[in-house]
């Protein structure tokens, strides 16, 4: 059994059931400020028991974005892509942990794209974050390629902006 609410809309209403687990795709980069940031994992952590897991697949801000020296010389913009994974982030002013992105991402054959305005957070915002909601516990993976996938999308080396976390409810 599973129940599936839009935290986007605000705190789910109770369930009928007490869940064990909250999984979020995405939904971190929406955080347009740590308040809302705290507020999505409050939303996670209001229908949970002790013990229940929040799992989550979130953009981050990383040393990589941090360090980019196309961002540092410029100083007014950013851009980090994968033409193998077929996306782009860019950003006007210098990088720093909140930022908002503009996040493309691209069909395989680069024809139709789609734009969507985020943010990115870095794993120590996203841990207070978890952590002033009652989380505890909090362990993050990197992405991995699944078996069978592509040879090219297996082997990349490009940059991935991307984190897996689980945190438990204390």
């Known amino acids: 059994t599973y ?18 687990i909250a999984i979020a795709s995405w939904l971190l980069p929406y955080a347009s400020n740590f308040n809302e940031l705290l507020e999505f994992c409050e939303a996670a952590a209001v229908n949970l028991e002790s013990g229940g897991r929040f799992v989550g697949i979130t953009a981050l801000y990383t040393d990589m974005i941090a360090r980019d020296p196309g ?3 410029r100083r007014d913009h950013g851009h980090v892509e994968s033409e193998t994974l077929g996306w782009e982030f860019k950003w006007t002013g210098r990088p720093e942990d909140g930022m908002r992105v503009e996040s493309t991402l691209f069909s395989a054959d680069r024809k139709a794209q789609v734009t969507l305005p985020s943010h ?30 592509p040879e090219a999308v297996a082997t990349t080396k490009d940059p991935m902006p991307v984190g897996i976390f689980t945190a438990r409810l204390a």
Do not use: C
């Open 120 to 149: 990115f957070w870095s794993k120590h915002s996203i841990e207070r974050a978890l952590e002033a909601a009652g989380f505890e516990a909090i362990t993050w993976a990197p992405l991995e390629a699944a078996s069978g996938a």
């Open 71 to 73: 961002a540092l010389l």
């Open 3 to 20: 129940y599936r609410h839009d935290l986007i809309e605000g705190p789910p209403p109770k369930p009928l059931f007490q869940p064990d």
